[in-house]
């Protein structure tokens, strides 16, 4: 970078150059006088002239650089800059991980009972139950009449193995989950029918033949067939307004002492029906046949009784 004269000291050296100039004429007059006492020196005109400054001379070469200054302080900070634009909506991200399933909850509050379904298909047949205990036997009862003299001698099988009985009922709406009391007899050879508690007890082992009709009215109708407390075959029969028969049927092999009854298996749902002038309940079963061990054994205690 070229640096220039200063011009403003001009006036200050012209100044200096008239002091210098009158010194001169001073000095010069002085030396006339003494001059005149002694002897003479010539003065050129040229030194009583004073020199003006003259043109101002080329700018000279720039100086080196000179060290870096010291670090200044910082500055306040500056104003915040204008909000810049939303963003354009980014991609949609992957679905996270599944959360761990919470705690569980109370539950809820019970709900109406619904109404019964339809019954579903029949299960396989379940495995025989134990034989209940058999009850202590009761009073010996009355002599009878005697009876009429029998045919003469011959098999006895025919006689030792009869057992068939027909029950109704007398009593509408019987309780759930009790034997119904059938009790009415239409008949109950060999008097395995027991009219106090409901039930049939086996007493010549074999095959049995079981059925009922049950007339429902105002209540449906949920009734099963029970063999030694295990239920055998259900029935149930939905009221429709008018009355209606619940039937069902069904063959048993019965050891001795085993027990048949039927009752109702669902709540409120014993819609059996009784009126003495035009409708019944029944309830039937018979033996179709004896074991043979059975019948081989009452013949010989029956051929050892004759022979006696």
């Known amino acids: 970078m070229t640096r220039g004269y200063d011009f403003s ?11 210098v100039c009158l ?3 001073a000095v010069s007059q002085s030396s006339n006088s003494s001059s005149k006492r002694s002897r ?10 004073c020199s003006l400054p003259g043109p101002a001379g080329p ?16 500055g306040p900070p500056g104003l915040d800059g204008p909000d810049g634009k939303d963003g354009e909506k980014g991609e949609k991200g992957n679905g996270g991980d599944p959360g761990r399933p919470g705690n569980l909850g109370k539950p809820g509050v019970k709900g109406r009972e619904g109404v019964i379904g339809k019954a579903g298909p029949r299960g396989l047949k379940g495995l025989r139950g ?3 205990v058999a009850g202590k036997q009761g009073q010996k009862g009355d002599l ?17 193995a009869r057992s068939a009985f027909s029950v109704a009922v007398t009593k509408s709406y019987p309780k759930e989950r009790m034997p119904i009391h059938f009790s009415r007899i239409l008949l109950n050879e060999g008097n395995h029918y027991n009219a106090s508690s409901g039930k049939f007890v086996c007493e010549i082992p074999g095959v049995y033949y079981f059925t009922y009709d049950i007339t429902l009215a105002n209540k449906h109708l949920a009734i099963g067939l029970v063999h030694n407390g295990q239920y055998k075959i259900k029935t149930f029969d939905a009221n429709t307004g008018n009355h209606d028969v619940a039937s069902g049927s069904t063959v048993l092999h019965l050891k001795q002492s085993d027990q048949v009854w039927l009752q ?5 749902q014993n819609g059996l029906f009784f009126d003495p002038f035009w409708t019944d309940s029944t309830f039937t079963g018979f033996l179709i046949y004896a074991d ?17």
């Not at 000291?9 to 002091?19: A, D, G, R």
């Not at 009878?144 to 030792?160: I, M, S």
């Not at 043979?292 to 004759?306: G, H, I, V």
Request: hydrophobic letters at 30%; proline letters at 12%; glycine letters at 14%.
């Open 9 to 19: 000291t001009v006036p200050t050296m012209l100044q200096m150059c008239v002091i």
């Open 292 to 308: 043979q061990e059975f019948l081989s054994e009452a013949d010989k205690k029956a051929n050892t009784k004759d022979d006696s």
């Open 144 to 160: 009878g009449d005697r009876g009429q003299q029998g045919a003469p001698g011959g098999c006895n099988c025919g006689t030792a």
């Open 59 to 74: 700018p000279g070469y720039p100086g080196a650089p000179g060290p870096p200054g010291s670090m200044g302080p910082m």
């Open 40 to 49: 003479n020196f010539p003065i050129h005109s040229s030194q009583l002239v």
């Open 23 to 25: 010194l001169s004429a």
């Open 264 to 268: 109702i298996f669902y709540s409120e």
């Open 130 to 132: 134990s034989p209940g």
